[in-house]
Structures are given as structure tokens and as C-alpha cells.
């Protein structure tokens, strides 16, 4: 089955509950847990009060943060959603070292490259080193099913899925997101925490927070409470080190 083989040869997954995050050698990094105490839960983006205002009109909208393990910086995360005819292309790019003294201790690196029709994924394909063992992950929309192969074995899934598309604050309704990563299907629990204040390059941008839960790990999102807008994301390694995206560029707002 390509469960069993993609958890034998499952990369640490960073980031990616989207990343639902997980394994082995991505130790110095991973398998998050919950850091933010729960607030009053909501049981879906809209009882959260978020609202989906619709962004300026683009062809290109781009994420870009700076990666912070505590206080160390030690890489990039960056996120580009453009249009190609009716769909949606997201590619994101990670690039991730950790360094103790003059040694790189953890080496990552990964690539993603996702279409979209309206709120379902068509296709996928993803590439990772980490830290010198690679990945490959693919998968698209064939005769009614979702296909996903790791390249030796593949998984016929429901044909409308996600991702952990941070991006596209309507993932937050998903119970079941698809691990681009790992080409795993992760059960998932959303819910709304609390409003915040999010600095984005010294200006405080009001938000809502949310936490995803999966079978081993969590992470922490915040959105804008204006246009639902991707801020920020935060969690807590397994040695208690706070991972940080820091903003560096968010989509404009509309006027």
C-alpha cells in the first residue's frame, strides 16, 4: 500500500501539515505540538466570523517569510498563486539550514508546484531533499479520482482534495487535507482561537487565529480579519524551540 510505503520513506515534513508535518530526521525541526492555549472554538470558518473578502485582482499574489528557529534565522519559505487559464498555479519553494557553529547540522530542501479549479486540487507534484535523501511526489485528477504516486506505488483518493494551502483560507472547512510532501491524506481538526494583532513589516494587521491539529503535531495560523488574508505562521519543535514564518511580503489589500 502506499501508506505503508510513504511512512517508510516519509520525509521530515516541516512545514507541511502542509505540511502535516512529520518523521524522523527532520527531529532538529519537527513533529509539532499545540502552543497556543485554546481559546473559544469555532467549528467552521464562518461561525469563526473570518470574513473571505475578495483580494485585489491579480494574476500573481506571493507570499514571502523569513524562517526563525527561536531566534535564529535559518531560511526562507515563499509561496506564488498566479492563474493559468481557469485554474490556479501555486508553487512554493522552502530552504531550510541548521546550523550548529561552523556545521550545517540539517539541510532541507523542497519544491512544489499545485493547479487548482475553484476549491479543488488537479494536480501536484513535489521534489525534497532532506538533508540528502530525496523525495518525489505527483498526482492528478484521472477518470474521476484523485491519483498520487511516490513513484514506486500509487493511491487512488476522492476526486475533489486539498492541500494544506495555507494561502486559501477556505482550507480551513477541510477535515482531510492531502500531505504534498508525503502524498499522505491527513485527517485533520480546524478550529478558530482567538482574535490577535499580527506586526507585518511594523504595522499591526488585526487577526484571527486558528490551529490545525493532526494525528501528531499542530500548527498555528493567522489570517487577517479584514479580507482573510495568510499572515503568519508559528509552532514548537520537540526540544521546545518556537519555529516562526515572519512575514516579509503579504498580498496588498484592497483599497
Known sequence: MLMSRLTEKNPPSCFSIYGALLSTGCRVLLILTLWLSAGTHANSLEDSG?????????????????????????????????????????????????????????????????????DCLTSLNSSTDANGDDFMISGAVNDGRFIVSDGDDTESLPPCIQSFAYWNPKFLDATNLLNSQTGKLESVSIDFED??????????????????????????????????????????????????YVPQAIPALEP
Open 195 to 244: 482574535e490577535d494583532v499580527v506586526q507585518v513589516n511594523g504595522t499591526g494587521i488585526n487577526a484571527h487565529r486558528y490551529v490545525i491539529k493532526a494525528k501528531d503535531a499542530a500548527i498555528t495560523l493567522w489570517y487577517a480579519s479584514a479580507d482573510a488574508r495568510w499572515l503568519a505562521l508559528q509552532s514548537i519543535d520537540d526540544n521546545g524551540r518556537t519555529i516562526r
Open 50 to 118: 473570518l470574513t473571505l473578502a475578495q483580494q485585489r485582482e491579480s494574476s500573481l499574489s506571493e507570499w514571502r517569510f523569513k524562517v526563525f528557529l527561536d531566534q535564529r534565522e535559518i531560511g526562507f519559505h515563499d509561496f506564488r498563486v498566479s492563474t493559468l487559464g481557469e485554474q490556479l498555479r501555486m508553487e512554493t519553494t522552502a530552504e531550510f539550514d541548521v546550523k550548529i557553529l561552523f556545521f550545517n547540522a540539517y539541510r532541507y530542501r523542497h519544491r512544489n508546484v499545485e493547479l487548482w479549479d475553484s
